[in-house]
Structures are given as structure tokens and as C-alpha cells.
């Protein structure tokens, strides 16, 4: 083969690459393993800004450097991380939240639906949110959205894990229910009021989750057309996957809840067996290449070849 045989295979080459990598050009968000013992960005431009969910009294955060606790215990409790907001634009764009935590020394055994929960939210810019939020079924927050005073809900998906239910799995909601002030939404993910719960839910029995033990999670959107999303949870090798026709492609929230009594037996900062400790929450914008720029890539590769053959003519 000639040189410009070769160079016209490494052109066709490359741009196959190019259009069939759906993470070309991948940003990393959020990378945050707590080294400086902080829970607000600090000089790591990774880090992300952290706060307590909490229904009642009492904190539902403490760090220690290397690690994020969420305090819960014999509360339910939360936390949640604000981040540049990213928008799913294209058709393959998608965001990755990966999550790594330690169980404490007591898991309940009692049986949990959706005793562990993962949510990522629009924060449709509403200022306030970047702080400390409390809580109740009684005292429904207008941050979280409160249909009985107009203020519209967070657009976005809660995904919950059962614990301890002998068949636990993992399923998906979306937080797009209106209600009435008697119901209000304005817990976030202390309650499922608001969110409408998709079918089918994860194949049953898919983990476990025991004392003392580290797991790595994912909780990943993908835009899959011009109204449709698919996410998929994962914990270990456990995998689950839904379609959704969504309200907002934008995400710049993510958050953590735990219903009381499921990880650990203590609600006290500071105290042994109180919940369960993040070591790495990263967050990850994966675009697809532009249209524009695969039609620039074709067009040069088309051209390349013609003058090839050119000049393979003379």
C-alpha cells in the first residue's frame, strides 16, 4: 500500500472513532474524596459544596478528611451536592454519578422498600439550596417545591434500593406529581409523595448490602432522543434500567437519604455506628461529538480521499 493509501485509512480510521465515541470530550464535574477534611469547595476546583437533608433537629453530615458522613441512624436522613449545572442537549449526551461508601457495623433487619435513596436534580437556579435545608412532613420546605403554595418541584429522578427485604432491587421515580398542600413535595426525597414510580422495577434479589462492607454505585442519564431519558442504576454488578419522557434535561443537584434506622444505630455526630461514609462522589459530563463538527470530519475525509485519488491518477 502507498503512503497515500495509508494516510487515507488513518483519516477514515480516526473519524470512525471520533462518531462512534459517545464520551469524546468527557468532563469530570464533581471528584470529591474529602483529602482537605472540608465539605465546601475548597482550593480542589473538584470539590463540591455539601449539606445536611435533615426531617428534625440535628445534622445529617460530618466529614473527616478522606471522608463524608451521612448521619442517620435512628433518623431518616440526608444529603445533597450542588454542582455547575449540565445540560443533556444532544441525542447520546449523558451524566454519570459514581458513589463509593462504607456500611457501618448495623444494617437493619428489619425489611426496607427503597430504605436507600439516590436523586439528581434541576436546581432551576433557585437561590438557597447551596445551604443547611430542614425538613418535615409537617413542615414541607418551598426549596425542595411545595405545589400548595405554587412553588413547582425539582425536576429530576430519585432512584431507591431496597434493604433487607430478602428480594431487595433497585427502581426509579420521577418527581413530576403535582399535589395539594396536604401532600406537599417539599421533602424532597424524605418521602415519595410527588414522584411517580416506573414500571418494571429491577429483578429482584440483584445484592445485598452487609456491616462493614464498601460498595461503589452509578446513577446514570442518557438522552436517548429529542424527549426521552434512560437511566440506569448500578451497586456492584446489580444493574437496572428505565425510559422516562422528561420534564428537564438539566441536572446541577445530586442528594442522598437514608429512611431511618437502616444504616446504623446511633443519630449523633461524631458517634461509632451512625450511618454510612462516602470516600469518592464523582460526578461526569459525557457529550457526544456535534453534528457540526462530524459533518467538518466527513467532509475532510471525502476530501482527502478525492485529492488522494488524484493524485493517484497522474
Known sequence: MNCFGTKLLSVIAAAALLMTAPNAGAALIVNDSWADGGRNNGADPLDANWWSSVSSTGTGIEVSPGSLGMVTGSSGRGIHGIF?????????????????????????????T?????????????????????????????????????????PGYMMDMDVATGAEDISFRQLDTPVTASTPTGRLMGTTTGFTQFSP??????YTFAANTTYTGTFTITRINATDLQLTGTLGTYSHSNIDTFDSASFGMIAFWANSSVFGSSNASGAPDNGIDFSNIKIEFNPVPEPATLTMLGMATLIFAARTGRRKDR
Open 84 to 112: 455547575p449545572t449540565q445540560t443533556l442537549a444532544n441525542v447520546g449526551d449523558s451524566l454519570v454519578a459514581t458513589y463509593t461508601f462504607t456500611t457501618p457495623a448495623t444494617i437493619s433487619s428489619a425489611p426496607q
Open 114 to 154: 427503597g430504605g436507600f435513596r439516590v436523586g439528581l436534580f434541576d436546581t432551576l437556579s433557585r437561590s438557597g439550596l447551596d445551604a443547611d435545608i430542614t425538613s418535615s412532613s409537617t413542615s414541607p420546605n418551598s426549596l425542595f417545591g411545595y405545589f400548595g403554595t405554587s412553588t413547582v418541584g425539582l
Open 201 to 206: 422495577t429491577g429483578v429482584d434479589g440483584g
